[in-house]
Every structure is written in structure tokens, then in C-alpha cells.
T-cell receptor, first 112, second 108 residues
Framework: NAGVTQTPKFQVLKTGQSMTLQCAQD?????MSWYRQDPGMGLRLIHY???????DQGEVPNGYNVSRSTTEDFPLRLLSAAPSQTSVYFC???????????FGPGTRLTVT | RKEVEQDPGPFNVPEGATVAFNCTYS??????FFWYRQDCRKEPKLLMS???SGNEDGRFTAQLNRASQYISLLIRDSKLSDSATYLC?????????FGTGTSLTVIP
């Protein structure tokens, strides 16, 4: 099993550009989530999904969209990048919320 | 009020020392509790789940106190390889909440 994979590993965007961060898991997990990690802030939940076709907002959803058309994939879209979105983004999955999450290796995003 | 509060440290301890981390959570309805380890510039990885009866895994012991709403992690006989940031994680409903992490450096 590859576990949770994320692409790209690094990305530089200009303000106003849009892009999609990819996340995929091959463990047939129902629950998937996106976090951003900033210095001194810990991981903060952006969006999550409890199964295909179902998504919901986390703590910091503004400026991001998600969709969950399959169990395996959970892409995160930045609609119009802003410098405040410079961060490290982690995708995670788990069988459900009572179990631990497995994290992808992260995407380091810089918005200039 | 933050969902999860954690002392950021840093903790600098000599090899062989015992060190304890605590974490408090605000929602009494929280259901699942975990400790994760994160190495510099890497993804968090599960260290151990935390159960009401307490649980041990080698040199690591985790405790949960639901009445006082805190979880703890005890590391005995610290090794250089234990140097990392330790994150407490609490699940409430469909969301996981992370503490800001406690930095541990084990000194030779």
C-alpha cells in the first residue's frame, strides 16, 4: 500500500493564481481531511469528508474548496491564492473518526 | 477558547531522563484521544492512542482523565531519537483538533 499520497511536494504561486493540491489514499478509508500547519499554530482543519459525496467545513475553510467524488481522492482547490495561504498542507485519512489518522507527506506552498 | 491546549515547551532533557507532557481539552463530549510525533519538516505519525484505563507501549505511557479533561504522555529513559515535537489530538464529533505541539530535545 502507498498509504496517503500528496502532490505536488512543493509549489510557488503568485497572488491570484488558482491551483489544486492532490490527495489520494489506497486504504479504503471513509474519512479524509485537509490541514494547514503554520508556525506556532499547530495543525488546523480546513475541510473534511466522512465519505464519497460528503464534505464539510473545518476551522479555516475560507479560500478553499474540496470535493469527494471517489473514496480514494480528496483534492483541495485554492480559488485565488493569497500570501496568507503560504503554509504546509497535510492530507490525512482514517477508517472513521474513532481511529487514528494517517498523513500524507505534505505540500509546501508559497504564495508571493 | 481553544479546543486543545498544550504547553509548547521546549523541553530539553538529558538522555535517560523521564519527561511528561500534558494537554487539556475543552469539550467534554470529545471521544477519541491520540498522541502523535512530528519530526522536523515531516508529517505527523501516530505515537499511541489514549484509552480511559491508560495504556503503555514500551517506554511510553499515556493517560486520560475525563473528569479533568486532560491527557498526558510520559516518556521514560529518554533516547536521542525521541527528539521531536509531540502533538496531542482530540476527536470531537467529525473533527480532529490538534494541540500546537510540545518540542522535546534529548541531550547527550
Amino acid at each position: 500500500n502507498a498509504g496517503v499520497t500528496q502532490t505536488p511536494k512543493f509549489q510557488v504561486l503568485k497572488t491570484g493564481q488558482s491551483m489544486t493540491l492532490q490527495c489520494a489514499q489506497d486504504m479504503n478509508h471513509e474519512y479524509m481531511s485537509w490541514y494547514r500547519q503554520d508556525p506556532g499554530m499547530g495543525l488546523r482543519l480546513i475541510h473534511y469528508s466522512v465519505g464519497a459525496g460528503i464534505t464539510d467545513q473545518g476551522e479555516v475553510p475560507n479560500g478553499y474548496n474540496v470535493s469527494r467524488s471517489t473514496t480514494e481522492d480528496f483534492p483541495l482547490r485554492l480559488l485565488s491564492a493569497a500570501p496568507s495561504q503560504t503554509s504546509v498542507y497535510f492530507c490525512a485519512s482514517s477508517p472513521d473518526t474513532t481511529y487514528e489518522q494517517y498523513f500524507g507527506p505534505g505540500t509546501r506552498l508559497t504564495v508571493t | 477558547r481553544k479546543e486543545v491546549e498544550q504547553d509548547p515547551g521546549p523541553f530539553n532533557v538529558p538522555e535517560g531522563a523521564t519527561v511528561a507532557f500534558n494537554c487539556t481539552y475543552s469539550n467534554s463530549a470529545s471521544q477519541s484521544f491520540f498522541w502523535y510525533r512530528q519530526d522536523c519538516r515531516k508529517e505527523p505519525k501516530l505515537l499511541m492512542s489514549v484509552y480511559s484505563s491508560g495504556n503503555e507501549d514500551g517506554r511510553f505511557t499515556a493517560q486520560l482523565n475525563r473528569a479533568s479533561q486532560y491527557i498526558s504522555l510520559l516518556i521514560r529513559d529518554s533516547k536521542l531519537s525521541d527528539s521531536a515535537t509531540y502533538l496531542c489530538v482530540v476527536n470531537t464529533g467529525n473533527q480532529f483538533y490538534f494541540g500546537t505541539g510540545t518540542s522535546l530535545t534529548v541531550i547527550p
